[in-house]
């Protein structure tokens, strides 16, 4: 019953976010990179305030209450790093990737509108299984996962993620309908590319509730990825797309309210 309410949560915050922001970008056309600079700017400061205060802290709580050793916080460092570092060479291989389609595409088509749309459906794909991890690992926390569906840290980072995932949608929808997909059809397969949030959520969860140590390690992990998606995607594309200290206002009130959303 939980991993159906797992995979219930991941699909609203990976399929559904995504494809809609997939059919945004289908309507419109467009973007506004003012709306869509201080949405990032927001998702990230929530998520700051959830990895900081409840994520990384829920080991240090649980060695305080005698069911970890002392060392913990230097396991959860190390398990901050290797997501941090994980997430950071998948980077490196999509870009590596993608420049080379790119290259490919410039050679063989006169526009490249289609194939960047595919790259970036490629890229997200791959994105949303950390971040899948994320929720799940968040959702292990919890004693009861069916009293606290709708509540903690894992329900806050499936919403923050679902945000995070429409502009993600609309990066993947637009340039597939200018470079000639139809539009029901782009909207599908930019909502398909969520469907890796629902097994890194199973992954997460089941690693989770294996005993405290994996626990750790996964909180760790997820905190780690996270690190990585704020300060390496999130808070840089926000300042690329609109230079203005509105987004940097932004990061203050989602750190704020991501600390109210955690403490209660």
């Known amino acids: 019953m939980d991993y159906l309410l797992i995979v219930l949560v991941t699909f609203i915050s990976g399929v559904l976010g995504t494809g809609l922001g997939g059919f945004i970008g289908a309507v419109l056309r467009r973007n506004s990179n003012k709306i869509i600079s201080v949405l990032l700017s927001f998702a990230g400061g929530v998520m700051l305030a959830v990895v900081c205060f ?13 069911l ?8 959860v460092v190390l398990a901050v790093v290797v997501g941090y570092c994980a997430v950071y ?7 590596s990737r993608a420049d080379r389609l ?8 006169s526009s490249n509108l289609y194939t960047a749309g595919l790259v970036m459906m490629i890229a997200i794909t791959l994105h949303n299984l ?6 799940g690992a968040s959702y292990a926390m919890e004693d009861d996962l069916t009293a606290n569906l709708f509540s903690g840290a894992g329900f806050i980072m499936a919403i923050v993620i679902g945000l995070h995932n429409i502009p993600e949608g609309m990066a993947v929808s ?13 909207v599908l397969l930019t909502a398909l590319s969520g469907l890796p949030t629902v097994l890194g959520a199973l992954l997460g969860y089941a690693l989770g509730n294996i005993n405290a140590i994996t626990l ?12 990585y998606v704020i300060f390496g995607e999130l808070l840089p594309d926000a300042v690329i797309m609109w230079r203005n200290k509105l987004s940097a206002f932004s990061i203050f009130v989602g750190l704020l309210i991501g600390f109210l959303l955690v403490s209660y």
């Open 216 to 227: 750790t390690v996964s909180l760790g992990f997820a905190s780690g990825a996270m690190l």
């Open 102 to 109: 790119r290259l490919r595409s410039d050679k063989l088509i």
């Open 54 to 66: 409840d994520l990384m802290e829920q080991p240090l709580e649980m060695m305080k209450a005698g």
């Open 174 to 186: 637009v340039p597939l309908i200018s470079g000639g997909m139809g539009k029901v059809k782009a």
């Open 89 to 95: 060479f998948l980077n490196k291989v999509i870009d």
């Open 130 to 135: 950390p971040e899948g991890v994320v929720i």
């Open 68 to 75: 970890l050793p002392s060392y913990t916080p230097i396991v």
